[in-house]
């Protein structure tokens, strides 16, 4: 009889070969899926198998990338829009597409140039700004997630600013800045009357213009920035503004017309008809602040000018003064820029940075109408409502100063 040398080693490979024959049909089959343990277990060895091979910083950034994307692709979109009413028209993307409007519609110009470039809310938000903490804003779905960057836009000594001192006027014009220092030489020459009868007219040309609901890094998308709610809009800012007026004992109308709703388009021309209502009936008015907001938009990042005082956050506010190409029949111009002038003068003197740089440019926006006529902006829709209505409250004070100078 035949004796192997190493009986052991034979009956190992005997009883492996047969191990293998027996299991090769359960594993074509896929019979071993039947144990999820042992599935479970090789997946964590893989796992296990592949961190080991991992830098340490690729776990970081394979985290953040979870955070910031997986997590939120399968999730339902509650996200509530800004806006709860929004008009048919889409929001112009820039100040530059509103001039453009407004220029097309009365006949004007409009600037080669590119804009870096909007009572009872107000008593509401000033007699509680900081009652309670407020709650975190809604997370927004990583694919409808848009950058928001905020930025000073106060202006500062450069070639591309003329220095008021304080404060700056950014020209858009063909005159030099020794031609326009010698307009702003001169004092406005339009006296204001007493507070007896209506000496300001506030009115929105653009009401439904809106704002970020939230303080937050990033914007939705899906936003189009246009309320017809007048708490949430830009009769809240102007409610604000006229309190702020009043306090200083200015007598102010607020026209709260949405010339911008149902059509954005032709909202110059009804805001214009809506003025010469007002001046036929109250001839004391000597002022008349059309109240904005502006638009900025830089490749998909929405900008919000931004300052802060006493610790809390205020919209950057910018005057815009228009100027007369020859073709815009305003008489006017040089008074208004003067007035313009004095209040951002008086503004940055009361609170230095509050104010961006004066915009002097061939826009009409409706100050042909009369000495006194300016647009103001308050903040970006990037600028949550708040802080725009902070500023109309900061900028108030400065500005009845300025009027109260024309007297």
Same mark, same amino acid.
């Given at each position: 009889?035949?004796?192997?040398?190493?009986?052991?080693?034979?009956?190992?490979?005997?009883?492996?070969?047969?191990?293998?024959?027996?299991?090769?049909?359960?594993? =074509?089959?896929?019979?071993?899926?039947?144990?999820?343990?042992?599935?479970?277990?090789?997946?964590?060895?893989?796992?296990?198998?592949?961190?080991?091979?991992?830098?340490?910083?690729?776990?970081?950034?394979?985290?953040?990338?979870?955070?910031?994307?997986?997590?939120?692709?399968?999730?339902?979109?509650?996200?509530?829009?800004?806006?709860?009413?929004?008009?048919?028209?889409?929001?112009?993307?820039?100040?530059?597409?509103?001039?453009?409007?407004?220029?097309?519609?009365?006949?004007?110009?409009?600037?080669?140039?590119?804009?870096?470039?909007?009572?009872?809310?107000?008593? =509401?938000?000033?007699?509680?700004?900081?009652?309670?903490?407020?709650?975190?804003?809604?997370?927004?779905?990583?694919?409808?997630?848009?950058?928001?960057?905020?930025?000073?836009?106060?202006?500062?000594?450069?070639?591309?600013?003329?220095?008021?001192?304080?404060?700056?006027?950014?020209?858009?014009?063909?005159?030099?800045?020794?031609?326009?220092?010698?307009?702003?030489?001169?004092?406005?020459?339009?006296?204001?009357?007493?507070?007896?009868?209506?000496?300001?007219?506030?009115?929105?040309?653009?009401?439904?213009?809106?704002?970020?609901?939230?303080?937050?890094?990033?914007?939705?998308?899906?936003?189009?920035?246009?309320?017809?709610?007048?708490?949430?809009?830009?009769?809240?800012?102007?409610?604000?503004?006229?309190?702020?007026?009043?306090?200083?004992?200015?007598?102010?109308?607020?026209?709260?017309?949405?010339?911008?709703?149902?059509?954005?388009?032709?909202?110059?021309?009804?805001?214009?008809?809506?003025?010469?209502?007002?001046?036929?009936?109250?001839?004391?008015?000597?002022?008349?602040?059309?109240?904005?907001?502006?638009?900025?938009?830089?490749?998909?990042?929405?900008?919000?000018?931004?300052?802060?005082?006493?610790?809390?956050?205020?919209?950057?506010?910018?005057?815009?003064?228009?100027?007369?190409?020859?073709?815009?029949?305003?008489?006017?111009?040089?008074?208004?820029?003067?007035?313009?002038?004095?209040?951002?003068?008086?503004?940055?003197?009361?609170?230095?940075?509050?104010?961006?740089?004066?915009?002097?440019?061939?826009?009409?926006?409706?100050?042909?109408?009369?000495?006194?006529?300016?647009?103001?902006?308050?903040?970006?829709?990037?600028?949550?409502?708040?802080?725009?209505?902070?500023?109309?409250?900061?900028?108030?004070?400065?500005?009845?100063?300025?009027?109260?100078?024309?007297?």
């Amino acid at each position: 009889m035949k004796r192997y040398p190493r009986p052991k080693k034979f009956i190992l490979l005997f009883f492996g070969v047969i191990a293998v024959v027996l299991c090769l049909p359960l594993i =074509r089959s896929n019979l071993y899926k039947a144990a999820p343990i042992l599935q479970k277990m090789g997946e964590k060895l893989a796992l296990f198998a592949a961190f080991s091979e991992m830098p340490h910083e690729s776990i970081g950034l394979l985290e953040k990338r979870f955070n910031d994307e997986i997590f939120y692709e399968d999730e339902p979109d509650t996200t509530p829009l800004v806006r709860p009413a929004p008009p048919a028209s889409s929001e112009p993307s820039s100040q530059e597409e509103r001039a453009e409007e407004s220029s097309s519609s009365s006949g004007g110009s409009s600037s080669a140039e590119e804009l870096s470039s909007e009572e009872e809310a107000a008593d =509401r938000q000033s007699s509680q700004p900081d009652a309670d903490p407020k709650p975190p804003p809604p997370e927004i779905p990583a694919a409808y997630r848009g950058d928001m960057l905020e930025e000073d836009l106060s202006g500062y000594d450069s070639p591309n600013y003329l220095p008021l001192e304080p404060g700056y006027l950014r020209n858009y014009t063909d005159y030099s800045y020794t031609e326009i220092e010698e307009i702003l030489s001169e004092t406005p020459s339009f006296p204001v009357g007493g507070a007896e009868e209506p000496q300001v007219l506030i009115y929105h040309t653009h009401a439904t213009e809106a704002f970020e609901r939230y303080d937050h890094i990033f914007y939705d998308t899906r936003n189009n920035w246009r309320s017809t709610d007048n708490n949430m809009n830009m009769v809240a800012v102007g409610s604000a503004l006229k309190a702020a007026l009043e306090a200083e004992g200015i007598s102010v109308l607020h026209d709260t017309t949405q010339h911008d709703y149902p059509s954005y388009n032709g909202a110059y021309e009804r805001s214009a008809e809506t003025i010469r209502q007002y001046l036929e009936q109250y001839p004391s008015i000597q002022i008349l602040l059309d109240v904005h907001r502006d638009a900025i938009d830089r490749n998909g990042t929405l900008v919000r000018p931004v300052t802060t005082v006493n610790g809390r956050k205020a919209a950057q506010l910018m005057i815009i003064a228009g100027c007369d190409d020859g073709t815009m029949n305003m008489p006017n111009w040089q008074e208004n820029l003067r007035f313009a002038a004095g209040i951002q003068r008086q503004a940055e003197a009361d609170l230095p940075g509050l104010m961006r740089p004066l915009f002097f440019g061939y826009r009409k926006y409706n100050q042909d109408l009369r000495p006194g006529a300016l647009l103001l902006e308050f903040g970006s829709h990037g600028n949550t409502l708040e802080e725009c209505i902070y500023t109309a409250q900061l900028a108030g004070s400065s500005i009845a100063k300025a009027i109260q100078a024309l007297e």
